[in-house]
């Protein structure tokens, strides 16, 4: 091969690996837990708080720069066993300065617990090689030929092998997403709101201390390691779920662990009662908690790093603004969830006082029903002459002449009176109802959607609010 037929094949490799790179990345899951993080700017997270799903439901990290000024992040998989903890943190470490890791332990559990190892090997090599292509990815690849029971082949999880079958529903998303651009204010964390009675679990009378899974084992020394090279400090958590009692003998080899490496270990799951938890009313399935339960968790570690890493709490920081923000949404999820899942009553009455939303209203073009959507509006306990609401002018309902949108809804008007639209469907205001829809300018989206009914002198709810988990945030 003479060095013209060497530079064609070296050319010629280089557009193949390339081609190949592109189609696997516009093929590649668009839906994944750790784009939020790559979308933060760098050198703005102090700590990370890393596991499966326990960590999505079980910490807020609004709550911790709220009332703690502690800028963190979930960095998460659902089922992530501890060996895939290792490589989640290596990823957390390229863009981040971090100073402190919160490992929760249920990852350690693995082959110990009420989910089957086969079971959580797929849904971990279903959802954790969302992370960017790159070494750290490859090495991952090798990790999970070595790990669990249900090994995989290194070669099953190249995006354009995993995703072979994408092209068959290729569409615009493919070709504008961006992972490194799609912020969360949640900062990693799941809104869970659902109340589920959970009975509260039992230690094992008598127990020893067990080892976990060997390989589990392996990689908490290796994350260890990591930590001295790396220069964080590191904390152990088991945040609280339905444990089986033969567990609490895994929890007593951790302890042992934890104080043979100098590790603070917190064991809500074990020591629920030290913070008030509470398994009848904080969680909301067998492995999830609720927000109630989270904002106690997330205080109590919150305090704890305050008091034992105090160099972590910085008020002041570049990104001061942009935390804020996003804590002021999360807090407003809470407080909007809080009002309509009692009585959204409160929540109307709330809307008379609070200029951050924006109520729409279509009723008829009959100029004879303004009175009646002033009574409407005074029978559910809103002012009519609020500055934060849409349609009043002068102190007066008046139709639109010129359409009113903001974020999911507009308000326009034809010959027949006003419409609403909510998230792209129309709703025209009549002789029998007026349609409302409440903008939340905090969230920047509608939470809430219904209609008044003269005949019943009544409010119906349509949607309130878009749910997901029976919360707020869609």
């Known amino acids: 091969m003479n060095k013209k037929q060497f530079i064609s094949f070296i050319c010629f490799c280089t557009l193949a690996l390339s081609i190949i790179f592109a189609t696997g990345q516009l093929f590649r899951d668009k839906s994944t837990t750790i784009a939020g993080y790559y979308s933060i700017p760098d050198n703005t997270v102090d700590a990370v708080i890393v596991g499966s799903s326990h960590v999505n439901s ?21 089922s992530q066993p501890v060996w895939i903890s290792y490589h989640y943190i290596e990823e957390a470490l390229k863009t981040q300065d971090i100073k402190l890791v919160v490992l929760d332990m249920y990852g350690m559990m693995y082959g ?4 089957q190892p086969v079971e959580i090997d797929k849904v971990n090599y279903r959802n954790s090689f969302s992370i960017d292509v790159g070494i750290n990815r490859w090495k991952m690849m090798q990790t999970v030929a070595d790990c669990g029971i249900d090994l995989k082949d ?3 999880f190249i995006n354009i092998i995993r995703y072979h079958t994408a092209w068959k529903n290729i569409n615009k998303e493919m070709f504008i997403y961006d992972n490194h651009n799609d912020p969360d204010f949640f900062r990693g964390y799941g809104l869970q ?3 589920d009675v959970i009975e509260t679990p039992e230690k094992m009378v008598d127990a020893q201390p067990k080892m976990p899974y060997d390989t589990a084992v392996k990689y908490l020394d290796k994350i260890v390691e990591l930590s001295h090279k790396k220069g964080f400090e590191l904390i152990f958590t088991v945040t609280p779920y339905q444990f089986y009692p033969s567990e609490t003998e895994l929890f007593l080899w951790l302890e042992n662990y934890a104080k ?5 270990f917190i064991n809500y799951a074990a020591n629920y009662a030290d913070i008030d938890f509470d398994y009848a009313t904080d969680m909301s399935d067998m492995s999830h908690l609720n927000y109630k339960g989270a904002v106690k968790i997330t205080n109590s570690l919150g305090q704890f790093i305050t008091d034992n890493y105090p160099e972590i709490v910085k008020k002041d920081r570049q990104n001061k603004a942009e935390l804020d923000t996003d804590a002021k949404k999360v807090y407003r999820v809470f407080s909007v969830n809080e009002m309509t899942t009692s009585d959204y009553n409160k929540y109307f009455e709330h809307l008379s006082n609070d200029n951050e939303h924006v109520l729409f209203a279509a009723i008829s073009g009959d100029s004879a029903y303004t009175q009646q959507f002033a009574d409407a509006c005074k029978k559910l306990g809103i002012s009519i002459t609020s500055d934060g609401f849409a349609g009043v002018k002068d102190s007066q309902w008046k139709q639109f002449a010129e359409p009113l949108k903001m974020g999911d809804v507009e308000l326009s008007a034809d010959k027949y009176g006003a419409i609403l639209t909510v998230k792209g469907t129309d709703y025209h205001g009549n002789e029998k109802d007026i349609k409302f829809a409440i903008y939340d300018k905090v969230l920047g989206r509608t939470t809430f959607y219904f209609y008044y009914d003269y005949t019943s002198d ?6 309130y609010p878009a749910k997901i988990n029976g919360g707020i945030y869609d």
Do not use: C, F, M, R
């Open 193 to 195: 709101t659902k109340v």
């Open 458 to 463: 009544s409010i119906v709810i349509q949607d």
């Open 112 to 115: 110990n617990s009420h989910e």
């Open 58 to 78: 079980g910490y807020i990290p609004a709550v911790l720069w709220k009332e703690y000024g502690i800028s963190a992040y979930n960095v998460y998989s659902w």
């Open 154 to 156: 290194p070669v099953e």
């Open 260 to 264: 043979e490496k100098d590790i603070p």
